[in-house]
């Protein structure tokens, strides 16, 4: 999947390096809102990971992503999730995180809308959602700048690395 900046791959163990490289530069961003951006982050957990993530993708269960790659430079940016939530909807969840030093040129909501094309075309998704903390503005920038509709707010439902209590809220589009 492509658009005229970005490049969406399947996992693969070929971006464990660049992977590891934007997730160091963006761990304080990142951490304040994921919590396996931690001290005990390491490359054979991140290598583990791909793993899962890879079977995942090639059954098509469970949790993966598609590494962001941008075009004009071949580089690793950052990640769009993909859930599978339930088969039988078929129902999805997306997520995604992006290296600090490319956020604000729209990569992210450029990356959503291909993630939605694919769901709703290739994988037949009858609802998306988009979960983050309430807390989370940015994330929530994009899922209103992709024609998400925020759907609920569930108060006090997470907590965030920190260990402050954080509300969950969910952005939702369905197929019309």
């Not at 492509?2 to 990142?30: C, F, G, N, W």
């Not at 694919?118 to 037949?124: D, L, R, S």
Request: charged fraction near 25%; aromatic fraction near 12%; hydrophobic fraction near 40%.
């Amino acid at each position: 999947m492509e658009s005229k900046r970005i490049q969406l791959v399947p996992p693969s163990l070929k971006y464990t390096e660049s992977m590891l490289v934007a997730i160091h530069e963006s761990k304080s961003d990142l951490s304040q809102f994921l919590p396996w951006v931690s001290e005990s982050f390491t490359e054979n957990k991140l290598r583990s990971n791909i793993k899962e993530a890879i079977e995942n993708f090639t059954l098509f269960t469970g949790e993966f992503w598609f590494n962001l790659i941008e075009k004009e430079t071949g580089l690793f940016i950052g990640a769009v999730g993909f859930i599978v939530r339930d088969k039988s909807v078929p129902y999805f969840e997306i997520g995604y995180w992006l290296q600090t030093s490319k956020t604000d040129k729209g990569y992210i909501t450029e990356a959503v809308k291909l993630i939605e094309e694919y769901a709703f075309k290739e994988k037949h998704a009858q609802r998306l959602e988009i979960k983050m903390a309430k807390s989370n503005l940015k994330s929530q920038a994009v899922a209103k700048r992709c024609g998400f509709q925020l759907e609920a707010c569930l108060t006090n439902a997470r907590r965030l690395p920190s260990g402050e209590l954080d509300s969950t809220v969910v952005y939702a589009k369905v197929c019309s």
